[in-house]
């Protein structure tokens, strides 16, 4: 058994999990910046980076289709059976209809998300009054109401701005996990600095 492979039963801490990182920050740094990178590159042509997202989209629905298939035939009774069929046919042919229509298929997602975020934003508004007066409500309150203007934006620009609102939310994304990791990539290398 290789040294770094912890016996069974062993209870792994997130202080080994860091120790074990701190070597590898400049890997991380690199990583960070090649996120940010792509995040640039995104944000320099939103249309093919939502063209991007969507076809990354209809090839998980695709895969996710068929793995409902796969557990559909593993089904021990007919009732279980047809709804996991069904199920996973209705993912494939949803994937391939946004691989074979990834414009249309950019319209629909983007209404959803608007929808998506208009419907989190009224939970997390409702989650805010559900608590005790004596909880900070006001970060609640406002991640709600940041969260229901954007989907406000969204669908108020749908469908004229279907082409590139994904594409946008890609790139700013990727820059976002970008700078986390370069962020932690550093963080590791004042940790691997003091360790020296």
Request: hydrophobic letters at 60%; a positive charge; proline letters at 4%.
């Amino acid at each position: 058994m290789p040294v770094d492979m912890p016996a069974r039963g062993e209870v792994h801490s997130l202080g080994q999990a860091i120790e074990r990182l701190r070597h590898s920050w400049g890997w991380i740094v690199a990583f960070g910046a090649i996120l940010n990178l792509a995040g640039l590159i995104a944000l320099g042509s939103v249309m093919v980076a939502t063209l991007a997202a969507v076809t990354i989209v209809g090839a998980m629905m695709i895969l996710g289709g068929v793995a409902e298939l796969a557990m559909g035939f593993r089904a021990r009774d007919w009732g279980h059976f047809i709804l996991w069929i069904l199920g996973g046919l209705l993912y494939v042919a949803a994937g391939i209809f946004v691989l074979v229509n990834p414009l249309l298929a950019s319209v629909v997602l983007t209404l959803l998300l608007g929808a998506g975020l208009v419907a989190a934003a009224l939970v997390r508004f409702y989650l805010a009054f559900q608590l005790p007066p004596s909880q900070p409500r006001t970060l609640v309150f406002l991640t709600a109401l940041v969260t229901g203007i954007m989907g406000i934006i969204i669908i108020s620009g749908w469908p004229r701005d279907s082409f590139w609102v994904l594409g946008l939310i890609l790139a700013i994304d990727l820059m976002f996990h970008g700078i986390g990791w370069m962020i932690f990539g550093f963080w590791l290398r004042t940790i691997h600095r003091r360790a020296a």
